[in-house]
């Protein structure tokens, strides 16, 4: 089994929701490297795109991919095309292995859709095998890993990871999310907290999920 492929496949599929002259978010990670790739071979019929971090915009130069624009001149996008770290059958995600989670979650609550390119394995019944990911304030550090271990998890902070916006992730471990609206309601209340990388309130709207005999398509 070659994830890559898989990975790969799913990239290119997106290419069908990419309608011309629209802006497109991009998202980060090894899956949206692929669809980076396949976005510039039509990159002449899109209008630009908004970028979820520093590594995606070197890639999307790399890639002849110029007209980037800025986060904060929108408040709505056509589309976004990102990967997760877990997507569950109610199109619920982990996201963030990439540390990319802040802007990744704007981008996803301005865009009428998301599309989530992924290879097989990252479906799940149920969310929290995958460590969640959290950006906090570093001020807030001894406070929110009382209050994690307190709901049950096990928190462990990313060694040399500093976020785009100077704070650190903190990687939590053991949470079976049975709900997991409920849980990113509560760690998002948290003082301190940032972001939580649980895209439950707004989850993605079509998964393409890239298998050994061809691309699925998951719409809610
Ligand atoms: C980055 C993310 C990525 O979408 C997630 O980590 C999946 O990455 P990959 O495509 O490399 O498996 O949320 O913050």
Redesign the pocket.
């Known amino acids: 089994m070659n994830l890559n492929e898989f990975?790969k496949k799913a990239a290119w599929a997106a290419l069908d929701y990419i309608s011309p002259g629209t802006i497109i978010g991009i998202?980060?990670?090894?899956?949206?490297?692929y669809f980076i790739e396949a976005l510039s071979t039509i990159k002449h019929l899109i209008s630009g795109v908004v970028s979820?971090?520093i590594s995606s915009t070197n890639l999307l130069k790399n890639n002849g991919i110029n007209n980037i624009l800025h986060l904060n001149d929108f408040n709505s996008l056509e589309v976004y095309i990102?990967?997760?770290?877990e997507i569950n059958n109610n199109m619920q995600m982990i996201?963030?292995?990439?540390?990319?989670?802040t802007k990744?979650k704007i981008i996803a609550a301005i865009a009428k859709k998301f599309i989530c390119?992924?290879?097989e394995t990252?479906k799940v019944n149920i969310l929290g095998s995958f460590p969640l990911?959290i950006e906090i304030l570093p001020i807030a550090l001894s406070f929110i890993l009382n209050e994690i271990i307190k709901l049950g998890g096990k928190p462990k902070v990313r060694k040399n990871v500093i976020t785009e916006h100077g704070n650190i992730i903190i990687d939590i471990y053991n949470l079976n999310i049975y709900d997991p609206i409920a849980i990113e309601k509560k760690i998002s209340l948290l003082p301190g907290v940032v972001t939580v990388?649980l895209f439950a309130l707004r989850g993605a709207d079509i998964i393409l999920m890239g298998t050994k005999d061809n691309v699925k398509i998951i719409e809610k």
């Open positions: 990975k998202g980060t990670g090894s899956t949206v490297f979820s971090s990102d990967s997760a770290d996201k963030g292995g990439g540390a990319a989670l990744e390119i992924i290879d990252k990911p990388g």
